[in-house]
C-alpha cells in the first residue's frame, strides 16, 4: 500500500480535477503514477506537460522513449515503472515479449533501429553514470541524423524517469496495470 495518500479523480477537486479530466481524456484513466503527484496540483501540471511533450515529440518515437523508461527503471528497481514500460511495448508498440526480455538483458539488443539504439545507449551512460559522458559520445549520435536538441530532450526524458523511480519506490505506489 502507499504510504503517501493517491488523490483519486472522485476526491480531485480544483486544478487537479482539472487535470485528471484531461489526463483520463488522454489514456482512459489517472494512473496510479499521477494519482501520487495529485497531492500537489503545482507538480501533477509540470508532470503532465512533461507528459504532453514527450507524447507528441516531433523526433523521438515512442517505443525509444519506452524503452528508455524501461532500462532506466530496472536499473532503479522500480518494479512499477519496469511493468508499466514491458506492458507498453509489447501490448501497444508491437514488441514481442522476448524482445522487450532480450532488451533488458542487453540494450544492444534493442529491436531499434541503429538510430534509436544509439541514442537510447547515451541516454543510459548518461543517466547511469553521468560523469563518464564525453563530446565524442554526443558526436558519435549526431552522425546518426540527431540534433543536440534531440539529445538533451533524450537525457532529460531519462534522468526525469529517474527522479519517478525515486518517487514510485519512496511512496511504495502500487501497480494499476
Not at 38 to 63: F, M
Not at 168 to 175: D, G, H, I, L, R
Amino acid at each position: 500500500m502507499s504510504i503517501l495518500h493517491p488523490i483519486t479523480p472522485e476526491e480531485a477537486t480544483g486544478t487537479t480535477a482539472k487535470l485528471y479530466h484531461e489526463i483520463e481524456a488522454a489514456f482512459g484513466r489517472v494512473p496510479a503514477v499521477l494519482q501520487i503527484y495529485g497531492a500537489s496540483p503545482e507538480t501533477l501540471a509540470q508532470q503532465w506537460e512533461s507528459i504532453k511533450y514527450y507524447r507528441d515529440h516531433p523526433r523521438l518515437g515512442a517505443a525509444l522513449l519506452a524503452t528508455i523508461r524501461l532500462l532506466v527503471s530496472q536499473a532503479n528497481h522500480c518494479d512499477y515503472c519496469v511493468g508499466f514500460n514491458e506492458a507498453l511495448l509489447i501490448n501497444h508498440l508491437g514488441q514481442s515479449p522476448e524482445a522487450v526480455a532480450a532488451t533488458k538483458q542487453d540494450p544492444k539488443a534493442s529491436p531499434l533501429a541503429d538510430r534509436d539504439k544509439a541514442m537510447l545507449l547515451l541516454v543510459l551512460k548518461a543517466v547511469l553514470t553521468p560523469a563518464s559522458l564525453s563530446r565524442e559520445d554526443v558526436e558519435a549520435v549526431l552522425a546518426h541524423g540527431w540534433t543536440e536538441s534531440d539529445v538533451l530532450d533524450a537525457v532529460v526524458h531519462g534522468a526525469r524517469n529517474q527522479m519517478i523511480d525515486v518517487i514510485m519506490n519512496a511512496f511504495k505506489v502500487e501497480q494499476d496495470f
